[in-house]
């Protein structure tokens, strides 16, 4: 009987060691405090078991509870697995697309001497996720180019009635653009637009 009594405390002192020891690893959040009263709980049924013992209630109580504290730590890491891979996921997609856009406006500006202050490309999804190889857009948009030296500012009056429309750059230079990203892509030049 001595020795009974001896191994049930060495094993509540050993279960009560490891809950430190997982309780001082674990950063302060949900996961902790699941953790905590699992081995509570774990404790508790060690406690509880010689009487059960004695009543013949049940022999494989801890088995039980050693499972199902087993299954709720593998459910809880998958999510929070899932989590975090979704989380990676959205960030490189984000960081892909604007990788692309500030390359695309880096190079048109530099080959066209223009202005192009932004770029944005829209990407097929298959499958709920963005398809890379698929685009189905891209703008382009163009703005006016700083005043050069040695070149006067010119006045336009909104007035006139003369002026239909302004245009920053001229038809020719569109088309140069749009050809221009549809080479570099590989993409039908109607999915270009240049704003």
């Known amino acids: 009987m001595a020795s009974i009594v001896g191994v049930w405390i ?5 279960i009560a060691i490891l809950a430190a020891l997982v309780d001082m690893i ?24 010689p009487l059960f013992q004695l009543f013949r209630q049940s022999s494989n109580l801890e088995s039980i509870i050693f499972k199902n504290t087993f299954d709720q730590a593998r459910d809880s890491a998958a ?25 695309l406006a880096a190079e048109l ?5 223009l202005n192009i202050h932004d ?13 890379y190889s698929i685009i189905q857009q891209i703008d382009v948009y163009v703005s006016p180019l700083k005043q050069q030296a040695g070149i006067d500012q010119v006045q336009i009056d909104l007035k006139d009635e003369s002026i239909k429309e302004y245009s920053v750059i001229d038809n020719e ?17 109607n999915l270009v637009f240049v704003y």
């Open 173 to 189: 230079k569109v088309m140069e653009i749009r050809e221009m990203v549809s080479d570099l892509y590989q993409i039908d030049s």
């Open 109 to 113: 500006t530099y080959k066209t001497g």
């Open 10 to 14: 060495t094993n509540l002192a050993v």
């Open 26 to 49: 674990l950063p302060n959040g949900n996961m902790r405090k699941y953790t905590s009263f699992l081995f509570g709980l774990v404790i508790l049924v060690m406690f509880l078991n």
């Open 119 to 131: 770029t944005k490309i829209v990407f097929d999804k298959a499958y709920g996720e963005f398809d």
């Open 79 to 103: 999510y929070y697995s899932s989590q975090a891979e979704g989380s990676y996921k959205q960030n490189m997609e984000s960081f892909m697309r604007e990788s692309l856009e500030k390359n």
